[in-house]
Every structure is written in C-alpha cells, then in structure tokens.
C-alpha cells in the first residue's frame, strides 16, 4: 500500500475515533495494524500518528491510583 494510501487510512480511523468513541477498542487495534504496515513497508511513522496510539493507550489504561 502506497504511503499517502496508509496515511489517509490512519487519518480516517482518528476520524471515526472521534465520532465513534464506543469502538475505541477496536479502533486503537486498527490503527496499531496500520502503524505495523509502515514499519513493515520500511516507511516512517508519522509522529502524529504515534501519539494518537500512546494517547489511545493512555484512554484506555488509566493509571491506577
């Protein structure tokens, strides 16, 4: 897949976690499936894209207190 083709899919997957939050879940593993595509293909991940996943992270495993 072409690199602009991986970042619109990504871009769209953000897109649909701000509108859908209930499928974060599935969403955050999508997104990682794309990240993985880039490192695959050799290509950079853009940086963007690599703090939505840690933020995707943080949402979904709050610290414990």
């Known amino acids: ?6 970042k619109t899919s990504i871009y769209l997957l953000l897109d649909e976690m701000t509108e859908q939050p209930e499928d974060l879940h599935q969403l955050q593993e999508q997104l990682r499936e794309k990240i993985s595509e880039f490192r695959t293909l050799g290509l950079p991940v853009p940086e963007d894209f690599l703090q939505a996943e840690r933020d995707l992270r943080q949402d979904l495993n709050p610290p414990k207190t």
């Open 1 to 6: 897949m072409p690199f602009e083709d991986l």
